[in-house]
């Protein structure tokens, strides 16, 4: 906790919290097949890495009580999210810089559609649920859109057996 204390003790700490959230999110949701194992693996690191540098710079404190261990390690998972998306940034675009081979195009069947601020499809690929972001520019209803079309992806194979969206359109059933 006094690391956590350390970062947050400055103004600028925020800043560059948000800047990395904000670029997180403001990635493009090209990559669909991404494993698992590695997103744990990104957070294992970023916990142990952030643990260990708490326990170098935790002052020795005799009375310790359960709120101030729950309080910390909750903001130690707290930052290790945020270093992990952090460190997903460049790991995400080399990923798109890695693809190669041919164009594959697959028929997806919708599952669901969520408008609002950021308008989502929801589709399985490969027995696994993917979402990308669509512009609903014809106004479509939710119900049509889950009932009537199908999602047709033309995508390029990458690293970490990850395929990334080259394009995507809504077809007629």
Do not use: W
Request: glycine share 2%; with cysteine; net charge positive.
């Amino acid at each position: 906790m006094d690391l956590i204390n350390k970062i947050l003790k400055y103004k600028v700490s925020y800043f560059i919290i948000l800047l990395f959230i904000i670029l997180h999110l403001l990635q493009e949701n090209k990559i669909i097949d991404f494993p698992d194992y590695l997103n744990y693996i990104i957070f294992g690191f970023s916990f142990i890495f952030l643990f260990t540098l708490n326990l170098k710079f935790s002052k020795k404190k005799q009375e310790k009580n359960l709120f101030y261990y729950l309080f910390e390690y909750t903001s130690l998972i707290i930052f290790s999210i945020i270093l992990s998306a952090t460190i997903k940034i460049p790991l995400n675009i080399a990923i798109i810089n890695a693809t190669s081979g041919i164009k594959h195009s697959e028929l997806c069947e919708i599952n669901n559609f969520i408008s609002g601020r950021n308008q989502k499809l929801y589709f399985q690929f490969n027995n696994k649920k993917e979402s990308i972001y669509y512009q609903n520019e014809n106004h479509l209803l939710r119900e049509e859109i889950i009932k009537n079309y199908q999602l047709k992806i033309s995508y390029k194979n990458s690293i970490f057996g990850t395929k990334v969206i080259e394009d995507y359109e809504l077809i007629i059933k």
